[in-house]
């Protein structure tokens, strides 16, 4: 069955850089987008970048506080979709899951949206302090 384990997330200070990582098995990992999502307490679960299952498109979210300090990679050679995380804020703080959507060339609108991704990690905790 399709599996995607989450690792790398910690607690870290503010202005510091993480590399979260999630691990996929169980399918042909190549022909499926992959994204990252982030829920902190109290809100909803947001989108925050995608990629196509070729990496050869990426997809981020607009919203001001992720812009910029994110980058989205993959290795479909050894099954991984990476998250690099610069310059992080209080507000970063979150639990970060990957998932993997049900096609692989996604329009942005799909990309974005969480239900077009049919399986999940369990994620990885995030916590930035100040």
């Known amino acids: 069955q399709v599996q995607l384990v989450e690792s790398g997330g910690g607690l870290v200070q503010t202005g510091g850089s993480l590399r979260l990582s999630c691990a996929a098995s169980?399918?042909?990992?190549?022909?499926?987008?992959m994204g990252w999502f982030r829920q902190a307490p109290g809100k909803e679960r947001e989108f925050v970048a995608a990629i196509t299952g070729s990496g050869s498109r990426t997809y981020y979210s607009s919203s001001s506080s992720i812009k910029g300090r994110f980058t989205i990679s993959r290795d479909n050679a050894k099954n991984t979709v990476n998250l690099q995380i610069l310059s992080l804020k209080t507000e970063d703080t979150a639990v970060y899951y990957c998932?993997?959507?049900?096609?692989?060339?996604?329009?942005?609108?799909?990309?974005?949206?969480?239900?077009?991704?049919?399986?999940w990690g369990q994620g990885t905790q995030v916590t930035v302090s100040s």
């Open positions: 169980g399918h042909t990992f190549s022909n499926y987008a």
């Open positions: 998932a993997r959507a049900s096609v692989s060339y996604p329009s942005t609108e799909q990309a974005m949206a969480d239900r077009s991704y049919t399986y």
